[in-house]
């Protein structure tokens, strides 16, 4: 049976033809232009039900172009909504360049356009999601665990001098040097210009095209460049996440409104209208976005999406949007034979989020924990501006290690009420802990880095905190080795009244922290922001820096050897965390008579200090087992303890200690 069968049996009958397999390739009847193959055509499919009629205009090389009307069809994706419309082309193909005309009047690109060649204004291009020829058939069964992640955050503009996906592949080996287990790439969503965060994307399902780079050898089709990131990354062992925008599009370049009611103003966000989650029509905005995440681990083969900032994602319905799409993406991790994990981010720290399903939670798998980041950020560098005015010193740091976040619904300062929700009761590999990442250092005024900022033995000691702690790790591209170039916030906005408006919020941001009328101001439009912003991986080379970057080596490798087997355990179970006196003392037993415990100390003051070890042995002592409980630990990094049980630590020194096997074989 052909595809044009195939495209009327979905339109006037049962999803269920011998064919139907053909077009569920493009996903659960998605919006977009789907191609099946050269020769096979492209099935155009929209959701716009503010327009009475649309037609499909296509561009040819010379700028001819051709109209074809659109058909008006019944929802095939939630039953009760109208305002579908799909025309199925023979001629056309990948590389096809259209736009949609609303109602005669109205020439806009495609809101589930694949790929934008000319930017956010410019015309849709089709691309064909079996054209490129994937390497990575052995992932699925080498892809890490998520308690094995050590995550490695870059921009793909500001990574390398190129700017470029393909560029960025080609740091995959220092990467694989340095020891992390995935990549968290920052959004790639088509925005305006050639420049910005990516938090301003309008086509959330087209990557970018000034990361493609320019037309060449490999053809034009910059979303392939992406796949060949992503599969070189797998092959060397690394898991790929993509940071994605589900909580507002745009602004510039986003023509949502005029197809249909994706906005609500039930609610609002720091970007205007929220969303239309839970209104009238909601089941095919739900739709988008769900058929969004699954198209980034279909076509993509990403192993983890990360949302970005919930708290502006509202719904009331009775199934959160965000628990829709965890089981979504459940149905698809079992039908791949792989897992496909969901970060969130929220600063609400409401476990919801993260708990299972069965306890009343929408079921992510992990949460960005900012609470640790802050309090750790105050230790090291004593400011309280902002809202590191609500965090206080060691303390703080002590318990965000032992209970996941600071604030568990007492009253916070900075928000003026009370905040938070209890999460002692979450396992650790729930949580993703940082130094740095793109917003506590491009959120800054002068968006500068720890590395300019601290000396290397602070800039170390937080290092060791966050990849010996307990939470996923995440490093943020150069504080490996210290970058000291800034990470500013950047934009190509073409519409000068939106770069007005975002110059003076900047302003408005930084004046809770003092910053404001400072005598130099980045210009988040000029594109020296831009380039100042592009690390300088040289560094590396140089001192202090390529003794910053052993020691993050190092760390890893202390942390891929040794934490399998002492993490083993699930929850909090076996962890203990202390604070004695300037010292913050991490214990993790294996929960294995005959495995591993570690000791983890941290000297937070810049004067020497000790620490006592926890009193051994841990399990009961039996009678057939020789009582080896008074072995000594290995010390791993910095000295070992003394005859009487105590850690010494220099200023700021780490010391951790590793004790094999509580207790002897029979006979040992």
């Known amino acids: 049976m052909g595809i044009k069968r195939a495209v009327n049996e979905l339109?006037?009958?049962?999803?269920?033809?011998?064919?139907?397999?053909?077009?569920?390739?493009?996903?659960?009847?998605?919006?977009?232009?789907?191609?099946f193959g050269k020769g096979e055509g492209v099935l155009f499919r929209?959701?716009?039900?503010?327009?009475?009629?649309?037609?499909?205009?296509?561009?040819?090389?010379?700028?001819?172009s051709s109209l074809f009307p659109m058909r008006a069809v019944p929802s095939a994706q939630t039953a009760g909504d109208d305002g579908f419309f799909e025309l199925f082309l023979p001629q056309a193909e990948a590389g096809t360049r259209y736009f949609y005309l609303l109602d005669g009047r109205l020439e806009r690109p495609d809101p589930a356009a694949r790929y934008q060649p000319e930017g956010v204004?410019?015309?849709?291009?089709?691309?064909?999601p079996l054209g490129y020829k994937w390497g990575d058939m052995d992932w699925k069964r080498k892809s890490p665990p998520l308690g094995q992640y050590i995550i490695y955050e870059f921009h793909t503009g500001t990574f390398t001098r190129e700017g470029t996906f393909l560029s960025a592949m080609e740091r995959i080996p220092y990467l694989k040097e340095l020891g992390v287990t995935a990549v968290e790439i920052m959004p790639v969503a088509q925005f305006p210009g050639g420049r910005n965060w990516g938090y301003d994307g309008a086509y959330p399902f087209a990557p970018?095209?000034?990361?493609?780079?320019p037309d060449g050898p490999d053809g034009p089709n910059g979303p392939d460049r992406l796949k060949r990131l992503v599969d070189a990354l797998h092959q060397a062992g690394i898991a790929a996440i993509l940071d994605v925008v589900y909580n507002h599009f745009g602004p510039e370049g986003s023509y949502f409104a005029d197809y249909g009611p994706y906005f609500t103003e039930n609610y609002r966000t720091p970007w205007g209208a929220a969303i239309n989650y839970d209104g009238p029509s909601s089941g095919p905005v739900r739709e988008f976005f769900i058929e969004n995440a699954l198209y980034w681990g279909r076509e993509f083969h990403m192993d983890a999406l990360r949302l970005d900032a919930v708290h502006g994602i509202f719904d009331s319905s009775p199934r959160h949007i965000i628990e829709e799409m965890r089981l979504r993406m459940d149905e698809f991790a079992a039908a791949e034979g792989r897992p496909f994990y969901l970060?969130?981010?929220?600063?609400?720290?409401?476990?919801?989020?993260?708990?299972?399903?069965?306890?009343?939670?929408?079921?992510?798998?992990?949460?960005?924990?900012?609470?640790?980041?802050?309090?750790?950020?105050v230790v090291l560098t004593g400011e309280q501006d902002g809202y590191y005015m609500d965090?206080?010193?060691?303390?703080?740091?002590?318990?965000?290690?032992?209970?996941?976040?600071?604030?568990?619904?007492?009253?916070?300062?900075?928000?003026r009420k009370k905040h938070g929700s209890p999460s002692r009761d979450i396992s650790p590999d729930k949580f993703v802990a940082f130094l740095q990442n793109h917003d506590q250092v491009g959120n800054r005024r002068l968006g500068d880095r720890l590395g300019s900022v601290l000396t290397p033995d602070k800039l170390m000691l937080g290092a060791a905190i966050v990849l010996l702690g307990p939470y996923i790790p995440l490093l943020f591209m150069g504080e490996e080795y210290g970058e000291k170039a800034p990470f500013l916030y950047f934009v190509s906005h073409g519409d000068r009244e939106l770069v007005r408006a975002v110059r003076e919020g900047r302003k408005r941001e930084f004046s809770s922290f003092?910053?404001?009328?400072?005598?130099?101001?980045?210009?988040?439009?000029?594109?020296?922001?831009?380039?100042?912003s592009k690390i300088d991986p040289q560094l590396a080379n140089e001192k202090p820096h390529a003794e910053i970057l052993d020691f993050y080596k190092n760390l890893i490798a202390l942390r891929k050897e040794i934490f399998p087997p002492a993490f083993s355990l699930s929850g909090r179970e076996g962890m203990s965390v202390s604070l004695q006196n300037s010292v913050l003392v991490i214990t993790r037993c294996s929960g294995d008579e005959g495995g591993d415990d570690i000791f983890?100390?941290?000297?937070?003051?810049g004067q020497e200090a000790s620490a006592a070890l926890p009193a051994l042995p841990v399990f009961p002592a039996r009678p057939d087992v020789p009582d080896v409980g008074a072995r000594s630990w290995s010390p791993l990094l910095g000295r070992g303890p003394d005859s009487n049980g105590f850690v010494d630590l220099g200023p700021y020194e780490t010391v951790l200690l590793l004790l094999k096997g509580k207790k002897a074989s029979p006979g040992g």
């Not at 204004?121 to 064909?128: A, E, L, R």
């Open 391 to 415: 965090f206080s010193g060691p303390g703080d740091l002590a318990r965000a290690c032992a209970e996941g976040f600071v604030y568990a619904g007492q009253h916070s300062k900075y928000r």
């Open 600 to 605: 983890a100390a941290f000297n937070l003051a």
């Open 46 to 64: 929209l959701w716009a039900p503010r327009c009475r009629e649309v037609s499909v205009r296509t561009i040819q090389p010379g700028g001819d």
């Open 208 to 213: 970018q095209n000034s990361y493609g780079g």
């Open 343 to 377: 970060f969130i981010e929220s600063d609400r720290n409401d476990t919801r989020f993260i708990r299972p399903k069965l306890l009343g939670g929408y079921g992510a798998d992990a949460h960005w924990n900012e609470d640790f980041h802050h309090a750790l950020h």
């Open 121 to 128: 204004h410019g015309p849709s291009q089709v691309t064909d």
């Open 514 to 532: 003092g910053w404001a009328g400072a005598l130099f101001e980045p210009d988040p439009q000029a594109e020296e922001t831009f380039l100042a």
């Open 11 to 35: 339109n006037n009958g049962p999803n269920n033809g011998p064919n139907n397999g053909m077009l569920r390739r493009a996903g659960r009847l998605a919006q977009g232009a789907h191609c």
